[in-house]
């Protein structure tokens, strides 16, 4: 590999990139913004403008430091992680795949990615798409599960990052793109029940849980199984997201009037370090004779980062890091999580584990 590339520079880009140099390795960074400690760092390659642009600029380069044509196979590669939001996120994997680069891809599009796979078969190019928490570990989960127990009688994942106590309004602070979030409220989620795919809307099947020492939360469909529609044999598999209740009733009764407005919510649901968070995900996986495997996955951030960042992005840097050392790990092609072998998946789960990330639930094997 000749470098690691950073596209996005997000609070999930920020950790990764920060991860990335404390393990001695050199990133290029590339966003409309850049933290100036970043830019300064002996190990960084900033380059602060349109993501499109630079990205032209950086192939330009990789065929002159090899001498040849954008079309020749003996082109310099890199290591790319895709960070960006999904609106722009999508429109980068062609660009890359087509130079033959490896992407560990973490934008949530709407668009399945698997229709570079034609591209990144051609060219030698590999991409490895939704490497984080959910989805990304939790396929990881599920995919141990069927190997198993076979046929899955029912797989359930409940995932979200919040404020650790309600505050009245929306008790809620974003991680991510609020774009992407409004998408994954709006979008039909992608369900199996009896055996097949289908869609329902986002928001159905809304019900209370309890989360271990929290209390009383929200959880409600939305479309985040993905590649594991494809992937996974089951009766019925459910992906949920889980906020404080009059969340996203309060979201609802703003959609449905025509009041919502997205340059607010990016106001109202921005991060705030002085509020203390967390990230709480479940996987349950039940087999057709009743036996059922059970996870827990629990952050609540720490001085690295917040924990929805951390849980993410630890997942998308063990990537990173394993791809850095076995480029050839997967095969040319684009590839789901639940492509990577059972020693990678364990050693993505214990390096969660070994930087804090609190795991209840059967080792991987």
């Not at 609106?87 to 949530?108: C, E, M, P, W, Y």
């Not at 001085?303 to 849980?311: F, L, Q, T």
Request: net charge negative.
């Amino acid at each position: 590999m000749a470098k690691v590339w950073a596209l996005g520079c997000g609070l999930v880009g920020e950790f990764v990139i920060r991860k990335l140099l404390a393990a001695g390795h050199e990133v290029g960074i590339v966003d409309l913004s850049i933290p100036s400690e970043l830019i300064s760092h002996q190990g960084t390659d900033s380059r602060i403008g349109d993501v499109i642009e630079i990205l032209d600029e950086i192939i330009e380069e990789q065929n002159h430091n090899t001498g040849i044509d954008s079309n020749c196979s003996n082109r310099e590669v890199s290591l790319f992680l895709n960070l960006l939001p999904g609106g722009i996120g999508s429109k980068v994997r062609h660009i890359l795949l087509k130079q033959g680069n490896t992407v560990i891809d973490l934008a949530f599009t709407e668009q399945d990615p698997s229709i570079e796979r034609d591209t990144a078969v051609a060219n030698g190019g590999r991409l490895i798409w939704d490497i984080g928490i959910a989805p990304g570990f939790s396929n990881l989960l599920l995919a141990h599960a069927q190997r198993q127990f076979g046929h899955l009688a029912k797989g359930t994942v409940k995932v979200g990052g919040n404020p650790q106590s309600p505050d009245g309004e929306w008790s809620y602070m974003a991680p991510f793109s609020p774009a992407d979030v409004i998408a994954e409220y709006t979008r039909p989620a992608r369900i199996i029940r009896g055996g097949k795919v289908t869609e329902v809307p986002a928001i159905s099947d809304k019900h209370r849980i309890q989360v271990g020492g929290k209390g009383e939360m929200e959880a409600f469909l939305t479309d985040g199984l993905r590649s594991l529609l494809t992937t996974i044999n089951a009766n019925e598999l459910l992906e949920y997201t889980v906020r404080w209740p009059g969340h996203i009733d309060r979201f609802v009764s703003l959609r449905d009037s025509g009041g919502l407005d997205e340059d607010k919510l990016l106001q109202e649901w921005k991060m705030k370090a002085e509020i203390p968070e967390f990230t709480w995900m479940e996987v349950i996986a039940t087999s057709l004779g009743g036996d059922t495997l059970r996870w827990t996955i629990e952050d609540e951030g720490g001085d690295d980062g917040s924990s929805m960042a951390r849980a993410t992005g630890l997942v998308t840097t063990c990537c990173a890091l394993m791809f850095i050392e076995k480029p050839t790990l997967l095969p040319p092609g684009v590839h789901p999580p639940e492509a990577l072998p059972a020693n990678e998946a364990r050693t993505i789960m214990e390096y969660l584990k070994q930087n804090g990330v609190h795991i209840t639930g059967p080792a991987i094997q």
